[in-house]
């Protein structure tokens, strides 16, 4: 009977067989690439965390005499800007709001475009035809211009550039999220959740949410770079963060005029927004093809 | 782990779980488990700008059947016949337009509501890996009908269904769909249905995409289940042999509508629709002195979204007439042989047609 079957079985591994994340998770660490942009993330968003304990100089206190020192002058390790604050400490405390504002967008359009996106994948018909076309509609501009639209209309401050990124990036979210589960949606064990009597979000719950979410997820993260570089847009544009706090965004604009006089100094937070976007894309990149194996 | 080593333990130990089917016989052993009457499933094609419905495709159009207690009903028929359609519109999972589907002498949508149909009603399909959630333990996948009933101790249930189909819980019951062979993916999905304790089980191409011999084992696994579990089946196939095999009774359909139904000597014997018998002449012989010269049947069925005025099968049969081309056969009995139905005008008398009468010609 099924002997033929059970002697390969036999033959293959016996012992407990490996979870799908923790299986993610080892694919994860044995890429380099994965794990020099994960350590890089994690000192980023550690130093911005415990800034005040790493004995830095005030980040808001200048000096008339001290201003646009170049990289590597005595007691400013990274120099000083067009105020004489010390650019070392303002980095460090800039990555605060910076990756506050370049990733909460992102967090927050994931929850609300994945329920929009599955939702509409999975009801189909009307509810699929009004939510998708409402997300056409904010699909139709560039998402630059769509958060410059929305922060002026809002006014300047910190809580205006979330609120306006995460409009930005809910519907990229909701698209990807409708096509993968729409995919997902026509599978039989979909239809055989629903033989079972199980009511749709009993179905959602339990077979649709684990086989969406990681593809979803994989693209939320491919766009924290470029809601960094976005928010810092806005900063630079003026209707994001204020003077005189630091934020990546904010500095290049203000050291712009600088550039002639010490143009290392006034590439700083440009180059720290580059480290960070292209250390979370590449991040993402890793997770995508950890992710993808299946069989 | 083989189907056969199992102890008698462990069968009992399903046993008290699942209800008696004799306490949830509703209408007694003569009422036929599922009578459906006059099914109809027409899918509209959508385009244009204002998504319009610019035609209908006639997946089934008044299919009538009974199945009763305890039997195995085998469908059969062409690619795009209606088979899997009707097979979803017998478990609800897409909607009827029209007809009636009485389960135990209830009507669906009258005495029975779809959730207490799928109580009693569960499907197998034909892609074991496309039928499990690849993020679910095939415990939990097992589990999980059994669950949502608030059937108690889903997860015992589950494990002793799969020591019943042939998979050691042990070993198998923390294993994902893809760390399992096609036959042992079948399996699941067996246990799955079971773990439910369905009256009615649809088999739809169960066993299509499994090789021969593990065919051949989770046949035999189907037999014995709906033994011991007293269960109805309705196998859809389209290989005749395995549907001779497992079946009572054989119904084929043709762009939607049944032609024939026919217990399944009957129709070996004798096949009364001429659509039936291009069917079984394209089965290859065992027999190299006895291989098929010319093909049984040319060309593609026709369009279900047009498909033809009268006998849907005229503009394929070598016996049509005239009176084909404009009236739709009835499915009837024939004469001397009242369970062997054919809808077929050379079978009717007074139908017209101008062999009407005489059986289909050698």
């Not at chain 2, 499933?41 to 159009?61: N, Y």
């Not at chain 2, 207690?69 to 909607?95: D, F, H, M």
């Not at chain 2, 890996?129 to 889903?154: H, M, W």
């Not at chain 2, 014995?224 to 007293?230: A, N, Q, Y």
Request: glycine residues 10%; hydrophobic residues 45%; neutral net charge.
């Amino acid at each position: 009977m099924a002997l033929a079957e059970s002697d390969t079985m036999q033959g293959a591994k016996v012992e407990k067989p490996q979870g799908y994340w923790s299986g993610v998770g080892s694919r994860v660490v044995r890429d380099p690439v994965s794990m020099i942009c994960l350590g890089v993330v994690l000192l980023l968003i550690l130093s911005a965390l415990f800034a005040p304990y790493l004995g830095l100089p005030d980040p808001y206190k200048g000096s008339m005499i001290a201003r646009l020192k170049p990289l590597g002058t005595e007691g400013h390790l990274l120099g000083t800007d067009e105020q004489g604050r010390d650019m070392l400490a303002r980095l460090i405390y800039g990555g605060r709001l910076t990756l506050f504002i370049g990733l909460m967008p992102v967090v927050f359009a994931f929850f609300i475009g994945s329920a929009l996106g599955i939702v509409a994948g999975y009801v189909g018909g009307m509810t699929n035809t009004i939510i998708m076309r409402i997300v056409d509609v904010f699909f139709a501009f560039p998402s630059v211009l769509l958060a410059i639209a929305i922060s002026g209309a809002l006014g300047a401050g910190i809580v205006n550039s979330l609120v306006s990124l995460t409009i930005v990036f809910i519907p990229p979210i909701t698209r990807v999220a409708e096509a993968v589960t729409s995919g997902v949606r026509a599978l039989d064990y979909i239809d055989a959740a629903r033989a079972t009597g199980a009511n749709a979000w009993t179905v959602i719950r339990v077979h649709v949410i684990g086989n969406v979410l990681s593809p979803i997820f994989v693209y939320a993260t491919s766009l924290t770079s470029v809601c960094m570089i976005l928010a810092a847009g806005l900063s630079f544009l003026g209707i994001g963060v204020r003077p005189p706090e630091p934020e990546w965004g904010l500095m290049l604009n203000t050291l712009r005029s600088a550039i002639y006089i010490n143009p290392w100094l006034s590439a700083l937070p440009g180059v720290m927004i580059f480290i960070t976007s292209l250390c979370l894309n590449l991040l993402s990149d890793g997770l995508r093809s950890a992710m993808n194996v299946r069989d | 782990m083989s189907a056969t080593d199992l102890s008698p333990s462990q069968d009992q130990a399903i046993k008290p779980k699942t209800a008696a089917p004799e306490s949830r016989d509703k209408g007694g052993p003569g009422q036929p488990l599922v009578i459906v009457r006059d099914l109809q499933k027409h899918f509209p094609v959508r385009g244009g700008v204002l998504g319009r419905t610019q035609a209908v495709v006639q997946a089934v159009d008044g299919v009538s059947f009974e199945v009763k207690k305890g039997e195995t009903l085998g469908i059969v028929g062409e690619s795009g016949c209606g088979k899997s359609t009707t097979a979803r519109l017998l478990i609800g999972l897409i909607e009827r337009d029209k007809g009636e589907i009485i389960f135990d002498g209830q009507g669906l949508g009258e005495r029975l509501s779809l959730k207490d149909l799928r109580k009693d009603v569960q499907m197998v399909f034909q892609d074991s890996y496309a039928s499990l959630n690849p993020r679910l333990t095939i415990e939990d996948s097992v589990a999980f009908g059994a669950k949502v009933q608030g059937l108690d101790d889903p997860n015992g249930r589950a494990r002793s269904l799969m020591a019943r189909v042939g998979l050691d819980p042990d070993r198998f019951a923390h294993r994902y769909p893809h760390e399992l062979s096609g036959g042992q993916r079948q399996r699941v999905n067996i246990a799955r249905a079971l773990a439910m304790s369905p009256r009615l089980v649809v088999l739809d191409e169960a066993v299509s995409a499994l090789d021969k011999s593990v065919e051949a084992q989770v046949l035999n696994l189907l037999s014995d289940l709906r033994k011991e579990f007293g269960l109805t089946y309705i196998f859809i196939s389209h290989d005749l042999n395995v549907v001779r095999y497992i079946s009572d009774r054989i119904l084929v359909m043709y762009l939607g509508e049944v032609v024939e139904v026919a217990p399944v000597d009957s129709i070996w014997r004798e096949q009364a629709h001429p659509y039936t018998r291009s069917l079984f002449s394209a089965m290859p012989s065992m027999d190299p002195d006895n291989r098929t010269q010319e093909p049984p049947l040319a060309g593609d069925p026709p369009n279900p979204i047009d498909p033809p005025k009268g006998c849907r099968f005229h503009t394929r049969c070598r016996f049509a007439s005239e009176v084909c081309k404009t009236k739709v056969p009835k499915l009837m009995g024939l004469s001397g042989n009242a369970d062997h139905l054919a809808a077929c005008h050379l079978h009717d008398a007074t139908s017209g047609h101008p062999k009407a009468g005489q059986g289909v010609p050698q």
